[in-house]
């Protein structure tokens, strides 16, 4: 496992790095659970610039990320990734490259905007019902792959919120 990797169980709103991942929706708008709690304790000025995004780009696609500012967040930037809907395993080969671009998509805007620090949470595992341990093994394999080959990122934050995506990550060496 790279050094550069952490897990930690918490709030992901709390966070002082560079930039926090949020699991958005295709509207960027805010909704429930980390995006909506980002949202919240950013404040408007996320809304804001999602707002001019969407005016200028269309809605996010699936597997794809955008930054904003952090707002009020200890966070400097908020980049915002939109996971796929778990469909009970009926298209799961394209749902996984999906969540994978979730992850590469938002480390490759990380370093085209000299972040060094960032942290994600579970995308995709809470109502868009990914399973939990699955979604975990493609969040780490495509977090160790992106470093093997990029040394600008100096620390990656894996943050749960709850005990069991915590003990499904430590499962998995962290």
Aim: glycine share 12%; net charge neutral; charged share 20%.
């Amino acid at each position: 496992m790279d050094a550069r990797i952490k897990l930690q169980q918490g709030d992901i709103t709390k966070l002082a790095v560079d930039a926090i991942v949020n699991a958005a929706n295709s509207s960027l708008m805010g909704g429930g659970g980390v995006d909506g709690a980002i949202h919240r304790a950013g404040g408007k000025q996320i809304l804001e610039e999602c707002i001019k995004i969407v005016d200028r780009l269309g809605r996010c696609k699936t597997g794809n990320a955008i930054i904003t500012n952090g707002g009020r967040l200890p966070a400097k930037y908020v980049i915002h990734t939109v996971g796929p809907v778990y469909n009970g395993g009926k298209n799961v080969l394209k749902e996984e490259e999906q969540l994978a671009g979730c992850y590469a998509n938002s480390l490759k805007l990380a370093v085209e905007n000299g972040i060094q620090t960032i942290a994600f949470p579970n995308i995709s595992t809470g109502v868009y019902r990914f399973p939990k341990q699955r979604a975990a093994e493609i969040a780490v394999a495509t977090v160790e792959n992106f470093l093997a080959e990029n040394h600008q990122i100096t620390q990656v934050i894996f943050i749960c919120f709850d005990d069991e995506n915590l003990g499904i990550y430590q499962n998995l060496g962290l």
